[in-house]
């Protein structure tokens, strides 16, 4: 399985914006970025195909969050802009070696999430 490390996670006002990344140990995979926050389910943000060129957003992120990828460095970010208290959550990184989907049981290995904490 493919071993993957997130970052980027930290405190962040109302409306500002943050940077996730995760490096993974091989690129041949669709990513996908989850998040979950106190009390709920893990629930789908973003996911990018393995060349980068069809990316797929959950209705409350689109418009503010942008997934890409850079597979010479093996990393795939998650630009986060006009962040809401309701994005507090942590944030975990996954990948599959299946087609791209928003379904997390398609996904085979998980890093261990960083945290992204909104302020209102």
């Known amino acids: 399985q493919v071993q993957l490390v997130e970052s980027g996670g930290g405190l962040v006002q109302a409306g500002g914006s943050l940077r996730l990344a995760c490096v993974a140990s091989?690129?041949?995979?669709?990513m996908g970025w989850f998040r979950q926050a106190p009390g709920k389910d893990r629930e789908f943000t973003a996911s990018v195909n393995f060349s980068g060129g069809t990316t797929l957003y959950a209705d409350s992120v689109k418009g503010r969050f942008t997934i890409s990828r850079d597979n010479a460095k093996n990393t795939v970010y998650l630009q986060m802009n006009s962040l809401k208290p309701e994005d507090t959550a942590v944030y975990y990184c996954?990948?599959?070696?299946?087609?791209?989907?928003?379904?997390?049981?398609?996904?085979?290995?998980w890093g261990q999430g960083t945290q992204v904490t909104v302020s209102s």
């Open positions: 996954a990948a599959t070696r299946r087609l791209i989907t928003t379904d997390p049981l398609a996904y085979d290995s």
């Open positions: 091989g690129s041949r995979y669709a």
